[in-house]
């Protein structure tokens, strides 16, 4: 089983930026894409953006292009969400996950994952 750690996050005000990792235990996790979705307070949990395997393509939800961006390092496995102009409406819990389902990189539903990070707290302040 693939465990997932995370580390990064906390609290900044509008406009900072953070920057999220992903570590992972299993050197398969270089085979799989990767995910990152995040979860508001009585919402449910929402994609950000995923990569593929080799780091050659990734997908952002329309809310965080052009200020988020998300990277890997095989050699290291892990990934990467670097978040950029954060917003108040950024304020959430942020979960990587393994795109175990997803054979491309257009990985958008919780469905296509199958083992996810403990989560990690991001906090925009206005």
């Known amino acids: 089983q693939v465990q997932l750690v995370q580390s990064g996050g906390g609290s900044v005000q509008a406009g900072g930026s953070l920057r999220l990792s992903c570590a992972a235990s299993?050197?398969?996790?270089?085979?799989?894409?990767m995910g990152w979705f995040r979860q508001a307070p009585g919402k449910e949990r929402e994609f950000v953006a995923s990569i593929s395997w080799s780091g050659g393509g990734t997908y952002y939800a329309d809310f965080v292009k052009g200020r988020f961006t998300v990277s890997r390092d095989n050699k290291i496995n892990t990934v990467y969400l670097q978040t950029n102009s954060l917003k108040p409406e950024d304020t959430a819990v942020y979960y990587c996950?393994?795109?175990?389902?997803?054979?491309?990189?257009?990985?958008?539903?919780?469905?296509?994952?199958?083992?996810w990070g403990q989560g990690t707290q991001v906090t925009v302040s206005s």
């Open positions: 299993d050197r398969r996790f270089a085979s799989y894409g």
């Open positions: 996950g393994v795109a175990y389902y997803c054979s491309g990189y257009e990985c958008s539903r919780t469905s296509e994952y199958r083992y």
